[in-house]
């Protein structure tokens, strides 16, 4: 059975860091891409970052260039994403989410190239 588990969010004050994990089994994990999004309380669900299933491609939002890094340990079935410096504008339900193929330019640009997606864990940036 495939499965996605997210961990590691919590509440953070205002420039602190989280580290968040996703543990994968079920699949052949390093045949695969593997995504992060996030979906704060009345906004669409949106990417954040992208790691192809060798982790030597990767991709940044904008809104988390510079302050996010996605990594991931095929040994052990787990993408990471550590974020820094944290504002409240980062609060969100975290997912990550298996790509239907291991790298290509429309895991940027259509949510549908993700065919598996974890339950979320929820990260909260407030003083």
């Known amino acids: 059975q495939l499965q996605l588990v997210e961990s590691g969010g919590g509440l953070v004050q205002p420039g602190g860091s989280l580290r968040l994990s996703c543990a994968a089994s079920?699949?052949?994990?390093?045949?695969?891409?593997i995504g992060w999004f996030r979906q704060a309380p009345g906004k669409e669900r949106e990417g954040v970052s992208y790691?192809?299933?060798?982790?030597?491609?990767?991709h940044y939002a904008d809104s988390v260039k510079g302050r996010f890094a996605i990594s991931r340990d095929n040994a052990k079935n787990t993408v990471y994403l550590q974020m820094n410096s944290l504002t409240p504008e980062d609060t969100a339900v975290y997912y990550c989410?298996?790509?239907?193929?291991?790298?290509?330019?429309?895991?940027?640009?259509?949510?549908?190239?993700?065919?598996?997606w974890g339950q979320g864990t929820q990260v909260t940036v407030s003083s």
């Open positions: 079920g699949f052949t994990f390093d045949n695969y891409a």
């Open positions: 989410a298996k790509a239907k193929i291991a790298w290509g330019i429309i895991l940027i640009t259509n949510q549908r190239a993700f065919d598996y």
């Open positions: 790691i192809s299933n060798s982790g030597d491609n990767t």
